[in-house]
C-alpha cells in the first residue's frame, strides 16, 4: 500500500539554522511527492514537487530530492526565517489514482 | 483564477446533531475532493468525485457521512449524527483532468461538544 513517514516535531529553530525534516514514503508503482505547507489558520499550500526518481524540487529556498533508492524525500532550507514557521506536510500520488496520502506534519518554530 | 471556496469557516455542534459543509471547486476542475484532518495527523481522503459521479468513497464513514455532487459542480458533505472524534478540519480540494491544478480549500473546522 501507500504510506509517508515524516520525522515528528515539534522543530524549534533559530532564525538563519538549516532546516531538514525526514520524510520516507512506501509505494507501488511510481508516485509523485510532494511538500505542502499550512500556516496558522489557513488551507495546504502546495510548496515543492516531484515527480520522477532523481527530480529536485525547488522552491522559496526550499528544496527536496527524489530519491528512490531509499524512498526518501527530505524537505531542506539552508537558512531559515520567522516567516517559515508552519507545518509541514510529505504526500505522495500514486500514479494509478488521484488520492494523496499524507504524513502526519511537522510543525516548525523559526525563533528570531 | 479564483481558489477552492468553502463554507462555513468554523461549526460548533453538540454530538448526535447534523452539520453540513458547502465547497465550490476551482471553475472547470471535473474532480472534487473531501478529505478530514484530524488534530496532529494528516488529511485522509473521505470521498472523490469525477464530475458527478463517486470515484471512491473507501474510506467514507457512510453510516453518518454522506456526500453529493450534483450538477457535477459544487459538493455538499454532510455528517448525521456527529460523534466527538468528527472533530476534525474538513478539506476540499480539485483538479483538472489528469491531476494538474491540484488545489486545496481553506477548510471547515468542526468542533463536536
Known amino acids: 500500500g501507500n504510506s509517508v513517514t515524516q520525522m515528528e516535531g515539534p522543530v524549534t529553530l533559530s532564525e538563519e539554522a538549516f532546516l531538514t525534516i525526514n520524510c520516507t514514503y512506501t509505494a507501488t508503482g511510481y508516485p509523485s511527492l510532494f511538500w505542502y505547507v499550512q500556516y496558522p489558520g489557513e488551507g495546504l499550500q502546495l510548496l515543492l514537487k516531484a515527480t520522477k526518481a532523481d527530480d529536485k524540487g525547488s522552491n522559496k529556498g526550499f528544496e527536496a530530492t527524489y530519491r528512490k533508492e531509499t524512498t526518501s524525500f527530505h524537505l531542506e532550507k539552508g537558512s531559515v526565517q520567522v516567516s517559515d514557521s508552519a507545518v509541514y506536510f510529505c504526500?505522495?500520488?500514486?500514479?494509478?489514482?488521484?488520492?494523496?496520502?499524507f504524513g502526519t506534519g511537522t510543525s516548525l518554530t523559526v525563533i528570531p | 483564477e479564483a481558489g477552492v471556496a468553502q463554507s462555513p469557516r468554523y461549526k460548533i455542534i453538540e454530538k448526535r446533531q447534523s452539520v453540513a459543509f458547502w465547497c465550490n471547486p476551482i471553475s472547470g476542475h471535473a474532480t472534487l475532493y473531501w478529505y478530514q484532518q484530524i488534530l496532529g495527523q494528516g488529511p485522509k481522503l473521505l470521498i472523490q468525485?469525477?464530475?458527478?459521479?463517486?470515484?471512491?468513497d473507501s474510506q467514507l464513514p457512510k453510516d453518518r457521512f454522506s456526500a453529493e455532487r450534483l450538477k457535477g459542480v459544487d459538493s455538499t458533505l454532510k455528517i448525521q449524527p456527529a460523534k466527538l472524534e468528527d472533530s476534525a478540519v474538513y478539506l476540499c480540494?480539485?483538479?483538472?483532468?489528469?491531476?494538474?491544478?491540484?488545489?486545496f480549500g481553506s477548510g471547515t473546522r468542526l468542533t463536536v461538544v
Open positions: 468525485f469525477q464530475n458527478n459521479g463517486v470515484v471512491d
Open positions: 504526500a505522495l500520488r500514486s500514479n494509478t489514482g488521484n488520492q494523496f496520502y
Open positions: 480540494a480539485s483538479s483538472r483532468e489528469g491531476n494538474y491544478g491540484y488545489t
